[in-house]
C-alpha cells in the first residue's frame, strides 16, 4: 500500500512513520502534489499553529489540493482542525471541508488538554473493534464544536467532536500514533477502509 504523509512543515512525523511501521507500512513523507494524488492513502498531520500551518499549506500550493484528494485522507490534530471551516487560533480559515468552526477552551480548563481522555458516541468504520470510552491521547487547545460531521464526542468543560468524518475525509483530534492498542487498531482500520 502507498502511503504518503503530508510534508508542510507541521508534524509530529516520527511517531506517525512508526506507528505505521508497527502496522508493517511504511509511510513516505512528501509535499509533491504527484505524490500526494497517487497515494492509496494520505495522512494529515499537525502539531503546531494554526495560522503559520495554514500559511505553509498556502505557499505550497497543498491548501487546494488537499480537499480535492479523492483516497481516505486522515487528518490527525491540527491536521483535523485545518480541515474544518475555520479557527479561533489566529482568526484562521481553514480548507473547508468539514462544515465546522474551531474554538478555544475557556480559562475555566486547564488549557491545553493534555493526557488521556476518552471517545464516545463512535459512528464509523474508523473505529471497528473500538469501545465506547476507550482512552486515548490528547494534546490540544482548540476543539471542533459538535455537528452532523462528528463520527465521536469527548468532553473537557463540554462535549465537543473528537473526530468528524465528511466522503473520503477523516479527522482526529487524538493522537492514534500515540495512543496505545486502540489508537493503532484506528491506523489499522483507516488503512482498511
Known sequence: MNLVIID???????SIQFA???????????NDPEVIKSADRVIFPGVGEASSAMRMLKQSGLDKLIPKLKQPVLGICLGMQLMCK???E?????????EVEVKRFSTAVKVP??????IRNLKSNLFSN?????FMY???SFYAEMCLEAISSTNYELEYASALQK???????FHPEKSSVAGEQILRNFLEL
Not at 8 to 14: D, F, M, Q, T
Not at 90 to 98: Q, V
Not at 113 to 118: D, E, K, R, S, Y
Not at 130 to 134: A, G, P, R, V
Request: glycine letters at 16%; zero cysteines.
Open 113 to 118: 488538554q493534555m493526557g488521556w481522555n476518552t
Open 86 to 88: 475555520s479557527t479561533e
Open 90 to 98: 489566529g482568526d484562521t480559515n481553514g480548507l473547508g471541508i468539514f
Open 20 to 30: 505505521f511501521k508497527r502496522l508493517g507500512y511504511d509511510a513516505i513523507l512528501s
Open 8 to 14: 508542510y512543515g507541521a508534524g509530529n512525523i516520527k
Open 130 to 134: 473500538i469501545k465506547d470510552d476507550e
Open 138 to 140: 490528547l494534546v490540544h
Open 167 to 173: 466522503d473520503n475525509f477523516y479527522g482526529v483530534q
